[in-house]
């Protein structure tokens, strides 16, 4: 059938899969040319965005607005799916259904390998792909962020992410709040098969809460959440 050949660029791949792992963080309202400025702020590097000295440097690209206020959300994460976390570092290759599958490869979990890439297998859970992974795992432990198994999502799990900030609380303090509610809730991010997303503003016009609308989401205030009005 032929090789197909082609360049790359390798600062602009740096760069795009920067803003790729940027988009994966969900915060509204940041376009690809703020998205490389913090890139270059912390030298494309995604883990060392959670890394709060880097907050004054982050600050002068986004100013003291409102997207700022949202930005600061990722300084309030406390806990990271493994394979959330193999998904941000963007390995050629792996999305995020393979990311879960090597966070359990590397976790001992066992699971179907079956019609995996094994270069790609190999690239991501041996050699420097393993080290690259221990290295952000251990940089994010003294950020004070701790990574976590991934979370299992059966039909029974009542999905959600988040918008906005919940009325006198942060964002983490509303988590445990609803997880006294429903045992059964689980962060994930907005997809069209998520079922809830939390606002504190249901006139907001932010892309995630538009993104909902055209998944038909369902959209609930946090204090409706609180309140068992689901």
Known sequence: KGKHLYAVDMQNSV????????????????GEITAEAIGGAVAYNIVKLFDNSMKPDIRKILGEGKLWEKFTAIYQIRTIGLDMLINLLQFDGCGPVLSKVFANVILGANPSIAGVD?????????????????N????????????????EISDESLTFEMSGTPTGMNKQDFEKELKKLYPNSVHVSLTKQTKYLFVDSL??????????????????????????KL
């Open 15 to 30: 760069v795009y899969k920067f803003i790729l792992a940027l988009r994966l963080l969900q915060i509204d309202g940041i």
């Open 136 to 151: 952000a795992m251990e940089a994010l432990k003294s950020y004070g962020i701790r990574v976590i198994k991934p979370v």
């Open 118 to 134: 094994k270069n790609v297998l190999s690239t991501v859970c041996r050699g420097e792909g393993f080290v690259r992974i221990k």
């Open 203 to 228: 006139s907001s016009s932010s892309s995630k809460l538009n993104k909902a609308r055209s998944y038909n989401t369902k959209i609930v205030l946090y204090s409706d959440a609180l309140n068992s």
